[in-house]
């Protein structure tokens, strides 16, 4: 998990392999949204969740939000090399836009 | 074309000294923010703005200033650095005045070394 006091996660999996990543946030909100940082840049928004969808597909990835235990997940189907990149969590203030970001997981893809 | 663009990439600073980070977006967006990301501490923010002449404090604004003295132009000032903020520095530009949906667009980031 990416929040709390949990320090910065690594996974290692072979290509077409499935992978999870999972967040839990401190604070109330209806949104999360998950950003990919690739080497040298700076992150990007893959995919953004809402409350009452309990479960966001883009091509190969799946993120889920439970806002009962505070928490959502990442999936990434039959993943790729090029895959291989930070992942962060982020939730967002109701009123400010400022989004705090978890401490990331680093996905390392292998052929 | 980038559209949130960063200068410099790479500075190297010495205690004591003043430095300037600058960011432009070509977004139009109202907000915007800088973040500095450190290993096992992700992305904190530093500052934000609403729009120009408007600075907000961040979760970790202490030795920082701000300035946006325009839409497009947002500054980060160290007024005396220090090793401590040697860090990688994004900006960013944000699509929402406010609200949870917020998406935000950064930049490449810039390295800065304080020695």
């Not at chain 1, 709390?4 to 909100?29: F, H, P, R, W």
């Not at chain 2, 600073?13 to 450190?38: E, P």
């Not at chain 2, 961040?58 to 325009?70: E, L, M």
């Amino acid at each position: 998990s990416q929040w709390g006091e949990e320090n910065l996660q690594a996974l290692s999996i072979q290509e077409g392999e499935d992978v999870t990543m999972n967040c839990s946030y401190k604070t109330y909100t209806t949104v999360v949204h998950w950003y990919r940082q690739d080497s040298g840049r700076g992150p990007a928004l893959i995919i953004l969740i809402r409350s009452n969808e309990r479960e966001k597909r883009s091509g190969r990835l799946r993120a889920t939000l439970d806002t009962s235990s505070q928490s959502s997940s990442l999936s990434i189907t039959a993943a790729q090399c090029e895959d291989t990149a930070v992942y962060f969590c982020a939730t967002s203030g109701a009123n400010t836009g400022k989004l705090t970001f978890g401490h990331g997981t680093i996905l390392r893809v292998h052929p | 074309e980038a559209a949130v663009t960063q200068s410099p990439r790479n500075k190297v600073a010495v205690t004591g000294g003043k430095v300037t980070l600058s960011c432009n977006q070509t977004n139009n967006h109202n907000n915007m923010y800088w973040y500095r990301q450190d290993t096992g501490h992700g992305l904190r923010l530093i500052h934000y703005s609403y729009g120009a002449g408007s600075t907000e404090k961040g979760d970790i604004p202490d030795g920082y200033k701000a300035s946006r003295p325009s839409q497009e132009n947002f500054s980060l000032i160290l007024e005396l650095a220090t090793p401590s903020q040697t860090s990688v520095y994004f900006c960013a530009s944000g699509d929402a005045p406010g609200g949870s949906q917020n998406t935000l667009y950064f930049g490449a980031g810039t390295r800065l070394s304080v020695l």
